[in-house]
């Protein structure tokens, strides 16, 4: 049986309230990159032992959000890969983890983070329910629209670019985990 709970927690300075279920069962490891994914670790302790997130990781840290991460969420984040990461143009994530940058990186990666618990049956559900698209509103205060290509989830950005979940439901402590194919990226 699921309890549910409200949970109250900020981000970049911004408050949220989430209404959330608590798993009613034990979750089990699941692994990304090779790496043991733990549900009872937070993300940012389990994305940095995978080694196809190190990109994501660094830029967390330079974002100044991985204490917030490490928090008690709720959150749902969409993970670019380092392969995600390489297709921007080059220069681009070594110019976002500059110092001078780190409001326009804390905005890109907050475009990643939705203030909510959702696995993939529950995006997928909201889908179906609202014709073939379901708009949600991320961290940054931007919008991602969630949509199938087939079975599979695709997140779209401000921009229209697609990305692919390639591994859904990556349980944490705090959390859940969507590894995708490509690094969202919000208008302007």
């Known amino acids: 049986m699921s309890k549910t709970r409200t949970m109250r927690f900020a981000l970049a300075g ?23 994914m733990y549900p009872d670790k937070t ?66 990666l907050t475009y990643h983070v939705v203030a909510a618990k959702a696995t993939s049956d529950a995006a997928i559900k909201m889908v179906k329910d609202d014709g073939g698209e379901h708009n949600v509103t991320t961290v940054s205060g931007d919008t991602l629209t969630l949509k199938m290509d087939g079975d599979k989830l695709v997140i779209i950005d401000e921009s229209g670019n697609g990305a692919t979940v390639t591994q ?21």
């Open 43 to 108: 993300i940012v302790e389990n994305a940095a032992a995978a080694d196809s997130l190190s990109t994501l990781v660094a830029a967390v840290k330079a974002a100044g959000l991985a204490e917030t991460l490490s928090g008690e969420g709720p959150f749902t984040v969409f993970a670019p890969t380092n392969a995600a990461f390489e297709k921007l143009p080059e220069g681009t994530v070594e110019t976002l983890l500059k110092p001078e940058n780190k409001e326009k990186l804390q905005q890109i």
């Open 168 to 188: 859904a439901d990556v349980m944490q402590s705090n959390g859940v985990v969507h590894v995708i194919d490509m690094v969202l990226l919000p208008a302007g």
């Open 14 to 36: 911004v408050a949220f309230l989430a209404l959330v279920a608590a798993p009613a069962v034990a979750m089990s490891p699941s692994k990304v990159g090779g790496a043991t």
